[in-house]
């Protein structure tokens, strides 16, 4: 065999080759579009496991998600010192808060902005939503400085808009 004699060419190898090839393709599409879809699911559970705290009335239980630290107890100061302390905590999720006690609530919307995850929940069937942050790196809980506010566009499609409060 020289350097100019070529194989045959084989028209079963090149189609099955092509064939992996747009497979792996629609694959990996899919896979990305799984991953883009499902972003935000750690925060929505983590809101979800705070909320059931909360109608569970558990709000200790629920002051360790919010604050991402099941042992915090140990050291309640330093949440005094940050601010929100566990009383306070306490008189805004409990009968006395803006929301009364709370018996249902429902993950509307996430969005990822910045280093947060956006949330929009609605409590006790509420049409005003609340809206909640979940630190991606921290997974700690505030009240963020922005709102979700849900639009219609002019075709009768629903967005939600970020906007300061």
Same mark, same amino acid.
């Given at each position: 065999?020289?350097?100019?004699?070529?194989?045959?060419?084989?028209?079963?190898?090149?189609? *099955?080759r092509?064939?992996?090839i747009?497979?792996?393709l629609?694959?990996?599409?899919?896979?990305g579009?799984?991953?883009f879809?499902?972003?935000n699911? $750690?925060a929505?559970? +983590? %809101?979800?496991?705070?909320?059931?705290?909360?109608e569970?009335?558990?709000?200790s239980?629920?002051?360790a998600?919010?604050?991402n630290?099941?042992? !915090?107890q140990e050291?309640a100061?330093r949440?005094?010192?940050?601010?929100?302390?566990y009383?306070?905590?306490?008189?805004?999720?409990?009968?006395?808060?803006?929301?009364? +006690?709370?018996t249902?609530h429902? %993950?509307?919307?996430?969005v990822?902005y910045? *280093?947060?995850?956006?949330?929009? %929940?609605?409590?006790?069937g509420?049409k005003?939503?609340?809206?909640l942050?979940?630190?991606?790196?921290?997974h700690?809980?505030?009240? $963020? $400085?922005f709102?979700?506010?849900?639009?219609k566009d002019?075709f009768? !499609?629903?967005?939600w808009?970020?906007?300061?409060?």
């Open positions: 065999m020289t350097l100019l004699d070529a194989p045959a060419f084989d028209r079963t190898h090149a189609k *099955n092509r064939n992996l747009i497979g792996a629609i694959f990996c599409g899919v896979v579009m799984a991953v879809l499902c972003r699911l $750690p929505e559970h +983590r %809101v979800n496991q705070f909320f059931t705290a909360v569970a009335q558990d709000f239980k629920a002051f998600i919010w604050n630290d099941p042992d !915090w050291h100061q949440y005094a010192k940050d601010g929100y302390p009383g306070r905590f306490v008189v805004d999720w409990g009968k006395a808060g803006d929301y009364g +006690r709370i249902s429902k %993950v509307l919307h996430s990822s910045g *280093n947060n995850t956006l949330l929009a %929940v609605q409590i006790n509420r005003a939503a609340l809206a942050a979940v630190t991606k790196n921290t700690t809980m505030s009240f $963020p $400085p709102d979700l506010t849900q639009m002019d009768g !499609w629903t967005y808009q970020v906007s300061y409060r």
